[in-house]
């Protein structure tokens, strides 16, 4: 596997690839599981919303593209509060807190199986259960990258 970024404005989060597809993931689940009040928002913006998170693209070891949040946010304030309400939404959902649409908790781990039926792909796959604590701190990352000025 290689590294990619999360950008937002000039700064960024550097990731490992397949953990930013792993976080595609789970933001999409998140989004499409909660309701725009949920999100802060209206239902066309949460559309924008999936759109961009679909339009994630994993090409190969080391190069996701679409994964600019500036992208989403187009100078728009609100569309920043959206995604930091979908980070923290997410990071809830990590924590097996409060979430609509639960199906699963996670604990310190999310299990394999849950990795093989959401995340694997024929050519990237998780082998082993993988520790929830450590996308909760990429989430958080990512919740301080776009509060920052």
């Not at 781990?109 to 024929?122: A, F, K, M, Q, R």
Request: aromatic share 12%; proline share 5%.
């Amino acid at each position: 596997m290689g590294h990619d970024f999360i950008d937002y404005a000039d700064r960024f989060v550097r990731l490992s690839d397949w953990d930013i597809w792993t976080l595609r993931h789970f933001f999409l689940h998140v989004a499409e599981e909660v309701s725009p009040s949920d999100l802060g928002s209206d239902e066309a913006t949460v559309l924008l919303l999936l759109s961009f998170l679909e339009n994630w693209k994993w090409l190969g070891p080391g190069v996701i593209t679409g994964t600019n949040l500036s992208d989403f946010v187009d100078d728009q304030p609100d569309r920043a509060n959206v995604l930091l309400s979908l980070f923290k939404q997410t990071a809830d959902y990590l924590r097996a807190e409060s979430h609509v649409g639960r199906n699963v908790e996670f604990g310190e781990v999310i299990p394999l199986e849950y990795l093989e039926e959401h995340v694997n792909s024929p050519d990237a796959y998780y082998t082993v259960e993988q520790p929830t604590c450590r996308f909760i701190q990429v989430v958080e990352s990512l919740q301080k990258l776009v509060r920052e000025p």
